[in-house]
Every structure is written in C-alpha cells, then in structure tokens.
C-alpha cells in the first residue's frame, strides 16, 4: 500500500479506536486500507458515486486482501451506508464546504446513530461549521496543515448544541484560539489577496468595497494587525 498523504493521516488520528467507518468520496480507499491495516478500525464502507473510482477502490480493497473488512459501495453521500451496516464515524474529506454541507443535508435522517464526524472542507469551511451547529452537532476539536502548498483545516464534530459566532464560524473555534504558525499564514495570505482585490474595486462601487473591507478588518482583529 502506498503511502497516505499528511492530509490523510491527520483525518485518520480523529478516528475513534475500534470504529466502524463511512468513508464518502473514499479517494481510492486509502484511508479505509490505512486505518484497518493500523488496526485502528474495525469496519469501514468506502463510497464512491463515480464508477472509476469505485473500481479504483475495490481492486485496492482487493490488491490488500482486505474485502472481509472493506466494504466498497457505488453510492451518493450518506446513501452508502444502511442502519445494519452499525455506522458510527463518518469521513468526508477533500471536497468543497458546500458539498460537504449537502451530503449532510441530504442524509440528515441517517445522522442520529453518528458519533462522529470528521469533516475536512477544502474551501467555504463557514458553512460546514454553520450547518453543524444548526443541526445539532458540536465542534469537539479542529485542526490545520500545510501540504503541497496548500492549506487544509480538519473539523471534528459530536452530537451536541453549541453556538458559533460569525468569528467562530469563518476562522474556527478552536483554530482562532490557537491561532497556530499555519493558521496566521493561511490568514496573512488571505489577507493580500483581499487586499488587492479592494485595490481594484471601482471607488463608485460602495457596497462591494465595503464587503470586501469587512472581510479584510476581520481578519487583521483576528491576527492582531493594526488598521
């Protein structure tokens, strides 16, 4: 088995000992093949809702001689997994927020047995955190890396109420508080950009420029960046 990227392994260290896991969008069944061939899980359904994929993921499963622990299945979002399939961990990772967002919409029914979701957004991350906490999930624990320059933020969530502020939910609970090294770089990086994106903003386009400026204020209270 090939190596898992660092991305990979950080979504794997939230995944609960013993776990029987729903893997959506499974990305060749890396992570189910990791995390069994680690012992750390004791099932895993890898969905795919391509056909390439999914007999990517399947001749994997099979290549590792695992098909008696992963399940490969050719389903959309939460449509992978049945109540006696006995789920309790859900990964999505490596999509857009707004996806991510949708498929937990979608199988919104399914999510009462859940325990955990680990959630890895690779833009739009507000509105995963706002959906969560409008439906009945809280943020437990969140994590940021740099990979192949690119920023990636991790989002752990448990049955529970907790509400986020507007800072909560566009820069994360726990990351704002830690404010790590990857997290002030991902910021100062976005904090350029928006800049000269109100660089070129028309004077006469007011409302435009004073979206962008509200986002740009946000982040330097954030990072502590004089006006």
């Not at 389903?75 to 109540?83: D, Y």
């Not at 937990?104 to 706002?130: F, M, T």
């Not at 624990?141 to 752990?156: F, Q, R, S």
């Not at 909560?168 to 928006?194: C, H, M, N, T």
């Amino acid at each position: 088995m090939k190596a898992i990227s660092q991305r990979l392994l950080k979504v794997a260290s939230f995944v609960p000992d013993g776990a029987r896991l729903l893997d959506v969008g499974s990305d060749h069944a890396y992570l189910p093949i990791y995390l069994t061939q680690q012992g750390c899980i004791s099932f895993a359904l890898a969905g795919e809702v391509v056909e390439g994929p999914f007999q990517s993921a399947q001749k994997n499963v099979q290549d590792e001689q695992l098909t008696d622990k992963i399940e490969v299945r050719l389903a959309s979002g939460l449509a992978a997994f049945e109540p006696a399939d006995q789920i309790d961990t859900i990964v999505i990772a490596g999509m857009g927020g707004r996806l991510i967002a949708e498929i937990l919409e979608n199988g919104r029914a399914k999510l009462p047995h859940i325990s955990r979701l680990i959630l890895q957004p690779n833009n739009c991350q507000d509105e995963v955190r706002s959906w969560l906490a409008e439906h009945g999930f809280q943020i437990v624990a969140e994590d940021i890396l740099l990979e192949a320059g690119k920023y990636y933020e991790i989002i752990v969530a448990e049955e529970g109420q907790a509400a986020l502020t507007a800072q909560e939910k566009r820069f994360g609970p726990y990351l704002v508080k830690e404010k790590s090294a990857i997290f002030q770089d991902k910021w100062q990086q976005e904090l350029k950009k928006l800049e000269l994106a109100l660089a070129r903003i028309p004077e006469k386009n007011r409302d435009e420029r004073s979206a962008m400026s509200q986002k740009i204020q946000e982040i330097k209270e954030v990072l502590h960046v004089s006006k």
